[in-house]
């Protein structure tokens, strides 16, 4: 059973990661905002969310992404920047897998539905 004190462990690392997903992160910054090891880190993230701590931080990316996209006319490079993937090859690769829908269809589906 988890704990009160691992749970806030799980929320300071999950707030950590949410407040610096622009940049590149490593597994030892995310463990050190929650004063635990990597492993901890990395059991914490699996038992309370059943993900990894990256892939927790890749869906934070990609939440930004998809607000970025509907919000603003940011070109893609400035999107991938803004979120964090570096390069807008490597965020495009990154978003089609995950939803199955370039970037750019993404703005332009977004777009069409709110005219």
Do not use: N
Not at 59 to 80: F, H
């Amino acid at each position: 059973p988890r704990t009160v004190f691992q749970a806030d462990r799980l929320k300071r690392m999950m707030a950590f990661i949410r407040a610096h997903h622009e940049r590149p992160l490593r597994i030892a910054d995310i463990a050190a905002a929650g004063y635990v090891s990597e492993r901890e880190c990395y059991r914490a993230f699996q038992t309370g969310l059943r993900m990894t701590p990256l892939e927790y931080l890749r869906a934070c990316r990609l939440e930004t992404a998809c607000r970025l996209l509907a919000e603003s006319d940011c070109d893609m490079t400035a999107v991938s920047l803004a979120c964090g993937f570096g390069g807008s090859s490597f965020f495009g690769r990154v978003f089609r897998a995950q939803f199955g829908i370039t970037p750019t269809a993404y703005r332009q589906k977004w777009r069409d539905r709110t005219k």
